[in-house]
């Protein structure tokens, strides 16, 4: 089983800045088959990026995500104040599909 | 719309059963693999099963395999799954997810209470 290790587990940022969120796999990700999503409480995940870098129809371009291999990082460039939620990145490039724990992204 | 709408959960003692439905609208349900995928009270999310298009092909986490069982019938455009054995760690909401195989569109989630 891939094991995805999220970090920080919580970033404290305020509206305009940048976000730098990490995703480590145990083993390297075939293909670059990492998915980022994005939750807010009470609401079902929202798919933001997947093959490690496409951004999902409607996304906006200040998400973007980078990597291969076994590191993978999600940038929000400029935080507005609708980003503030949790992200998780996701691998599906092996069976069993497994998520990392989550980065929580708090208004500072 | 394209959307899918989970039913089914509720509040089931340990050891008993539930079966999940998941209806789709909107898109060729026929022409996709779904899967499910469950997040526990304040925790993160969790794979549970996913299924190929015309059923040939099911696969599920070790955490539930034996105990459930997914299916699809595209003639309802309706995706199920069948939970046996229910046990106090399976307490979740659970969300049915367009697979590409990444989860491009997901439901608003049923929640399945197991407790005596």
């Known amino acids: 089983e891939i094991v995805l290790t999220q970090s920080p587990g919580t970033l404290s940022l305020s509206p305009g800045e940048r976000a730098t969120l990490s995703c480590r796999a145990s083993?390297?990700?075939?293909?670059?088959?990492l998915a980022w999503y994005q939750q807010k409480p009470g609401q079902a995940p929202r798919l933001l990026i997947y093959?490690?870098?496409s951004r999902a129809t409607g996304i906006p371009d200040r998400f973007s995500g980078s990597g291969s291999g076994t590191d993978f990082t999600l940038t929000i460039s400029r935080l507005e104040p609708e980003d503030f939620a949790v992200y998780y990145c996701q691998q599906y490039g092996r069976s069993p599909l497994t998520f990392g724990g989550g980065t929580k992204v708090e208004i500072k | 719309e394209v959307q899918l709408l989970e039913s089914g959960g509720g509040l089931v003692q340990p050891g008993g059963s539930l079966r999940l439905s998941c209806a789709a609208s909107g898109f060729t349900f026929s022409s996709y693999a779904m899967s499910w995928v469950r997040q526990a009270p304040g925790k993160g999310l969790e794979w549970v099963s996913n299924i190929s298009e015309s059923s040939g092909s099911k696969y599920y986490a070790d955490s539930v395999k034996g105990r459930f069982i997914i299916s699809r019938d595209n003639s309802k455009n309706t995706l199920y799954l069948q939970m046996n054995s229910l046990r106090a760690d399976d307490t979740a909401v659970y969300y049915c997810?367009?697979?590409?195989?990444?989860?491009?569109?997901w439901g608003r989630g049923t929640l399945v209470t197991v407790s005596s």
């Open positions: 083993q390297s990700v075939s293909s670059t088959y």
């Open positions: 997810a367009k697979s590409m195989p990444y989860f491009d569109l």
């Open positions: 093959g490690a870098s």
